[in-house]
């Protein structure tokens, strides 16, 4: 059998507590299909300048690069908000992004109905809503030189080249070629050069190799305007580095809590799957996150990372069912529904994997013998 290597990065806050429940969820996946996972933690973040000097040790780099896939819970702490650059939580992450070359950060953004009344955006906006952002993760603001800061200036400097947004469009294309074939490309192209260039990189990328894909072109403050407005006029969400972190927090709000998204970091080698929220150090230790960015990022790990898409949607099928079964932590619960802690909806969503999986499973059987059926009278 083989055995797919995971290295499993907990990293601080809710960190270790959210990976604990995504790692039973595939533990379970594992004995229903039939798979083997090696999986091996290593420090991150917070956890790691206090285990090794360093937010991205040398060890977890070799497990990352070494890896199949990289899960990773959140990093962040606020004991170290004056450390210097080096020895924060967050060098670590941009540190591992660049060392996976995971230049493709995908977002999916999709409400599930038993949760349409916990947004603060109104249910009529919500019908329909399912878009995914990709947002470039590799480049921009976050990583361009020159940079630094005095006690009389600071400075950052965006930059990118065609390929960077070459490659990330593309992804942005293939991505909608799975889904309702539409790209909103968002930059700052009124005022910004380097948006300009994406403007016109992503223009000529649509229309060269991706002629069936609809492609349009909004400002990021129109865009953030429409994200509330009209979510579900979105299908596929293109943007840089900065834009879409932002663009990414405010569409967590469509589905009325962020600890509820996932993420898939994607690039050459080893692919980086993480929920979109952050370390929560209010809550940290309290067994009361939501583990349920972090079980949906096992989904995505599955299908993105290793190409397995049956136990992918076996996850995602657990998932959507505890939540009609009105599973609810804290975050999303309506007042006065009661609550389960973070090892309790792990234990909802384990159970639940069981089932899926064996519908899935049945329901492929059946598809194949359907196949084979109309293969029989239709040859
Ligand atoms: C995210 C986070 C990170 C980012 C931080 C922790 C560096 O906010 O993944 O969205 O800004 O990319
Ligand atoms: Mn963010």
């Not at 004056?82 to 967050?90: G, Q, S, T």
Request: negative net charge; proline residues 6%.
């Amino acid at each position: 059998m083989k055995e797919w290597i995971i290295a499993v990065l907990p990293g601080d806050g809710i960190g270790p507590e959210v990976t604990a429940e995504a790692e039973r969820v595939l533990e379970a996946v594992a004995e229903r299909f039939g798979l083997g996972f090696a999986t091996g933690c290593y420090a991150v973040g917070a956890a790691g300048v206090e285990t090794a000097g360093d937010p991205l040790p040398e060890e977890t780099r070799a497990a990352a690069s070494a890896a199949d896939a990289v899960l990773l819970g959140a990093v962040g702490d606020p004991a170290f908000d004056h450390a210097p650059r080096h020895l924060k939580p967050e060098t670590g992450l941009l540190a591992l992004r660049t060392l996976l070359g995971v230049y493709a950060n995908l977002r999916p953004v999709a409400i599930h109905p038993a949760l349409a009344g916990r947004s603060p955006v109104k249910p009529d906006r919500l019908r329909d809503v399912d878009l995914l952002i990709v947002r470039e993760l590799t480049g921009g603001l976050y990583y361009g030189e020159p940079r630094g800061k005095n006690a009389l200036q600071a400075l950052n400097t965006l930059a990118y080249s065609t390929s960077e947004i070459e490659r990330v469009a593309r992804v942005a294309f293939q991505a909608a070629r799975g889904r309702r074939r539409l790209v909103a490309s968002v930059d700052k192209a009124n005022v910004l050069e380097v948006s300009q260039l994406w403007r016109e990189t992503v223009t000529r990328i649509g229309r060269d190799e991706y002629p069936d894909v609809r492609l349009e072109h909004l400002y990021v403050d129109y865009a953030a305007m429409r994200l509330v407005a009209e979510p579900a006029s979105f299908d596929v969400l293109l943007t840089e580095n900065t834009f879409g972190d932002i663009l990414s927090d405010e569409a967590a709000v469509l589905v009325g809590a962020l600890g509820l998204l996932p993420s898939a970091s994607l690039g050459a080698g080893p692919g980086l799957f993480e929920p979109i929220h952050g370390s929560a150090p209010g809550i940290a230790g309290q067994g009361v996150a939501n583990p349920i960015g972090a079980i949906a990022s096992v989904a995505m790990l599955l299908r993105h990372g290793l190409g397995l898409a049956q136990p992918a949607d076996a996850v995602e099928a657990a998932v959507r069912a505890a939540l009609a079964g009105g599973a609810r932590t804290k975050d999303i619960a309506a007042p006065g529904e009661p609550v389960l802690g973070t090892r309790a909806m792990g234990d909802r969503i384990v159970d639940l994997v069981g089932s899926a999986a064996l519908e899935i499973r049945h329901g492929s059987e059946a598809r194949a013998r359907d196949q084979a059926r109309v293969l029989r009278e239709h040859p």
